[in-house]
């Protein structure tokens, strides 16, 4: 939209690109031609942005119904709660809502994510998080104490899957529970001796080997698939 001289510059400019062959044609004619030009144009974006949406909601749907499908995936691995499920609030038109996670019990009943307790919602957003992340992986992450909220058991759930996704990447997680930490692969820690910090790192992988080397008799073959479970451990 413009106005007042910017509308004569824009005019102005507009007439100099129409190809009128007659040089001698009125004011009235010159804006004639310009609305058939003006018109034209007009067309052209229009269905270039037809297609420019078309194939946004291409990409778009292709990309959720997947992520969709590992976040349900995840979420069952996680909880007993029910089935997760991402649903588009708008499905006529995609771009002019959100997307709504909705909880899928027994007989048909659904909950609201914010009905949910706060382990309960934690549970739900690590299962997008890690389905983001196998859908599209990167190759370093930080997790801050994201056991924080989880109990005992749901921590063990949480542990497994992070084996699960470790081996597709690297992570430094920040956690003070023991169901993380054992499965950890280095320990790094702060120590406060006389008012002076140090860092302090633990190489497990090392650890466990030598557990299972002093634990296996001189004789044991440590290729062993009963050593190989111990070292895992």
């Known amino acids: ?16 690109t129409v190809p009128i062959e007659d040089t001698t044609l009125t004011p009235k004619k010159y804006l004639e031609e310009f609305d058939i030009f003006f018109g034209k144009i007009c067309e052209n974006m229009s269905e270039a942005k037809e297609l420019l949406n078309k194939k946004k909601k291409k990409t778009f749907m292709k990309t959720f119904e997947a992520i969709s499908g590992l976040f349900t995936t995840n979420f069952m691995q996680l909880s007993t709660k029910g089935k997760a499920l991402l649903e588009i609030q708008n499905p006529e038109n995609i771009f002019e809502g959100g997307i709504d996670i909705t909880i899928k019990v027994g007989q048909g009943k659904y ?13 739900v957003a690590l299962s997008l998080i890690f389905s983001i992340q196998e859908y599209k992986p990167y190759a ?17 759930l949480l542990a497994n899957l992070l084996k699960k996704y470790i081996l597709k990447g690297q992570y430094i997680i920040i956690s003070h529970n023991d169901e993380i930490i054992s499965n950890a692969d280095t ?17 497990l992988n090392e650890d466990k080997l030598q557990t299972n080397v002093n634990t296996n008799n001189p004789g044991d073959d440590l290729s062993s698939p009963a050593s190989l479970e111990i070292v895992n451990k």
């Open 111 to 123: 909950f609201d994510v914010t009905s949910l307790s706060g382990g309960e919602q934690t549970l």
């Open 187 to 203: 320990l790094y820690g702060i120590s406060m001796n006389n008012g002076i910090s140090k860092i302090v790192s633990l190489d």
């Open 1 to 16: 939209q413009t106005r007042g001289n910017d509308f004569y510059l824009l005019e102005t400019a507009a007439l100099q």
């Open 140 to 156: 370093f992450y930080i997790l801050d104490e994201i056991d924080a909220a989880l109990d005992k058991k749901n921590t063990g």
